[in-house]
Every structure is written in C-alpha cells, then in structure tokens.
T-cell receptor, first 112, second 117 residues
Framework: SQKIEQNSEALNIQEGKTATLTCNYT??????LQWYRQDPGRGPVFLLL?????KEKRKERLKVTFDTTLKQSLFHITASQPADSATYLC???????????FGTGTLLAVQP | GAVVSQHPSRVICKSGTSVKIECRSL??????MFWYRQFPKQSLMLMAT?????????EQGVEKDKFLINHASLTLSTLTVTSAHPEDSSFYIC?????????????FGQGTRLTVV
C-alpha cells in the first residue's frame, strides 16, 4: 500500500540554523509533491509545490528537492526563526485522480 | 490566495445525535472538495472526495452512511456525522483547489473540532 513517511521525531534546532525535513514515499509515483505548514488547531497552509520533472524549487528561505529515483523530498528552511515552529506536512498527488495524500508530518521547534 | 471557510469551528454534541459541518469556497467555484479527519498528533487522513452534483467518493474504510456528504452547489459542501459516538471525536478539515487539478495547491478551511460526549 502507499506510504508517505516523514521524520517521526520532533526536530529541535537553534535559531539561525537550517532545518532539513525529510519526506519518503513508497508504492507511489506522484506527479506533484507539495509542502504545507500546520499550526495547532488550524488547517494546513500551502508553502511550495514541485513537479516530478523538477529537481529543486526555492521560495525566499525555503527550498525543496524532489528525487523520484530515491522517492524522497527534502524541505529546507534556512536562517530559521522561532516563528517557523510548526508541523510541516508533505503531500503527494498524481495518477488518475486529483486526491492529495498527506505524510505523517514533522514537528519543528526553533529555539531562540 | 483563495479562501475556504468552514463552520462551525467547534462543536460539542451528545452521543447518538448528528452534526453538520459546512465548507464554503468564498471567492472561487469548487467542483471538487475534500474532507479530511485528523486525530491528535497525527496527519490528515483523507475521508472522501465531494463532487458537485454527484455522489461523493469515499476512501477505503470510511462508512458512507455514517459520514454523509452533500455538494449541492459549486461553493458549498457539507459533511454530516450521523449518530455520532465518542470515537468520532476528531478534527475535521475540508479543502478545495483553485483552479481544480492535480498540480495545484489546496486551500484549507479552519477545521472543525468535534467532541462527542
């Protein structure tokens, strides 16, 4: 069955450092991979989308890579700030339907 | 970006009663909306795809008679949890994409915290 796994443990980093989050998937060939941010008690908010034929995408302090051979995406936040503390979710879509399937999520805590 | 509004944000109901949750796309038309459920410290689990003017498509293991979905217009989908029980207590979130399609971002409602007592 399809599986989308992210760092299971919470990620604690110091302010100013780069946070790197991992998304691995199996039994899936997504055409698109997206990253979302979710704060407690709120719905997810879109951050970045990357297509299967793209290796890397950047937006301000965010960078996403997509390796379809390794079936993995890495999400980087450079110069991290305490305000970046949240749960980050990767999501895949593609195939016959336009369903968006989410990974397990990683809780990021940026310490001042 | 597009706005999706969900109502109510919180609801407490007695066991055995039914609860209706509304999801509206405020500034775009959504032929398809998605309903998710999220348990504490877990990810979003897709429950069903709501299709305007036709039957919803449910994910495996989701009881369609328990979670009734109606998508009567291009801007409104409703999820009714029928005969709710404490195990139905969860965070329910809807989403829609503008424009519709596999390669577009999804916009989410604020979520509904359902507590069944």
């Amino acid at each position: 069955s399809q599986k989308i796994e992210q760092n299971s443990e919470a990620l604690n980093i110091q302010e100013g450092k780069t946070a790197t989050l991992t998304c691995n998937y199996t039994n899936y060939s997504p055409a698109y991979l997206q990253w979302y941010r979710q704060d407690p008690g709120r719905g997810p908010v879109f951050l970045l989308l990357i297509r299967e034929n793209e290796k890397e995408k950047r937006k301000e302090r965010l960078k996403v890579t997509f390796d379809t051979t390794l079936k993995q995406s890495l999400f980087h936040i450079t110069a991290s700030q305490p305000a970046d503390s949240a749960t980050y979710l990767c999501a895949l879509s593609g195939g016959a339907t336009n369903k968006l399937i989410f990974g397990t999520g990683t809780l990021l805590a940026v310490q001042p | 970006g597009a706005v999706v509004s969900q109502h109510p944000s919180r609801v407490i109901c007695k066991s055995g009663t039914s609860v209706k949750i509304e999801c509206r796309s405020l500034d775009f038309q959504a032929t398809t909306m998605f309903w998710y459920r999220q348990f504490p410290k877990q990810s979003l689990m897709l429950m069903a795809t709501s299709n305007e003017g036709s039957k919803a498509t449910y994910e495996q293991g989701v009881e369609k008679d328990k979670f009734l979905i109606n998508h009567a217009s291009l801007t409104l989908s409703t999820l009714t949890v029928t005969s709710a029980h404490p195990e139905d207590s969860s965070f329910y979130i809807c989403s829609a994409r503008d424009p519709a399609g596999r390669g577009t971002e999804a916009f989410f409602g604020q979520g509904t915290r359902l507590t069944v007592v």
